[in-house]
């Protein structure tokens, strides 16, 4: 009898190990998949911009710039965008991102990132 008890309680606590385990990876990979991709996205969107020489409306910018950033996302999360600053004679992006997610108990995540990228111009 006391061995089966220890056995239920052991296989109790194996499963809360796994659960807790998976929470923290999940969570690591949002916030790894958040932080490269915004990089990415945010030097894409203006490299194009000088490709463009600077033909690009704001507007036009900004839809080139979440498409890039919903592209090379692969998580299957909410995304919020929140742009701080865009500057197109200076090269200039400032965005905020945050990615609500879900842990295999339900409950939501969010991890958020902050980036701003300049355009290095040659005088």
């Known amino acids: 009898m006391r061995n089966m008890a220890m056995m239920v309680i052991s296989m109790i606590l194996g499963m ?12 690591a990979n949002c916030a ?5 991709n915004l990089s990415t996205a ?7 911009l000088t490709k463009e ?3 690009l409306t704001e507007e036009e910018l900004l839809a080139y710039f979440v498409q890039q950033l919903v ?11 929140d ?7 200076k090269g200039l992006l400032s965005t905020r991102i945050s ?3 879900a842990y ?3 409950k939501e995540g969010r991890v958020c990132h902050d980036r701003t990228v300049i355009l290095e111009q040659a005088p």
């Not at 809360?16 to 969570?27: D, P, Y």
């Not at 945010?42 to 194009?48: A, C, D, F, N, S």
């Not at 592209?71 to 965008?81: G, N, T």
Request: overall charge negative.
């Open 53 to 55: 020489n600077g033909a």
């Open 71 to 81: 592209v090379s996302m692969d998580a299957e999360a909410d995304l919020k965008v």
């Open 42 to 48: 945010g030097e894409q969107t203006l490299r194009q």
């Open 104 to 106: 295999p108990n339900g």
């Open 83 to 89: 742009i701080a600053g865009l500057d197109i004679q």
């Open 32 to 36: 790894t998949e958040v932080h490269s």
């Open 16 to 27: 809360l190990t796994l659960a807790m385990a998976f929470s923290i990876s999940q969570r």
């Open 99 to 101: 990615q609500i997610f």
